[in-house]
């Protein structure tokens, strides 16, 4: 089967940097996205990679390695406003979107 | 600039009630459409997607059922709902084809049947 693995909770400081996994086992592989959800809210898109290596957009960046089936989200300076459920996708082999279930990320004074 | 609408925000249903929730994108043409389900602690779950008028594609079996009358609205209904009906439905549009395709969601519908 398919599955995307990322923490169900992290906790961190405002101002600090914090990091946010995703594993993947998918059939195939046509790219990888982050989503930033908040409570109650549509998710919007924040990232999307499809060769290994590290993306940059202001204070988020993301990574890729395809051959360990990982990526990750970097959060830096931490604000308040990134207080938010993270969406891992990925898209197979037949282009349909694999999701994770997200990671709730609480950000404390 | 591109949106989309989506109502209502909150729906209070009871069991074997009937079910139609509204999606209406504005500034693009033919777009990809979406229905996809959130329910707590699991990922997005896509039920219905639609990539011209009258074309609607089923991924999950189930009571539910989608329309595309026009080109840019996109209809998610229910004869009779379920308790298991209740959760969170986003709609979504995208307007390419292909790996690097991102989608843009509407502000959702928080359904509860009871």
Redesign the interface.
Known sequence: GQN?DQP?EMTATEGAIVQINCTYQTSGF??L?WYQQHA??????LS?N?LDGLEEKGRFSSFLSRSKGYSYLLLKELQMKDSASY?C?V?DSN????????TKLIIKP | SQTIHQWPATLVQPVGSPLSLECTVEGTSNPNLYWYRQAA??????LFYSVGIGQISSEVPQNLSASRPQDRQFILSSKKLLLSDSGFY?CAWSDS????????????T?LSVL
């Open positions: 995307i169900t046509n790219g996205f109650g809210e549509a998710p919007t898109f999307y499809v969406l996708a898209r282009y349909q979107l694999i999701w994770g279930a997200g | 602690g699991r990922g997005l779950q896509l986003l084809v292909g790996g690097s395709e991102k989608l843009f969601f509407g502000s959702g928080q």
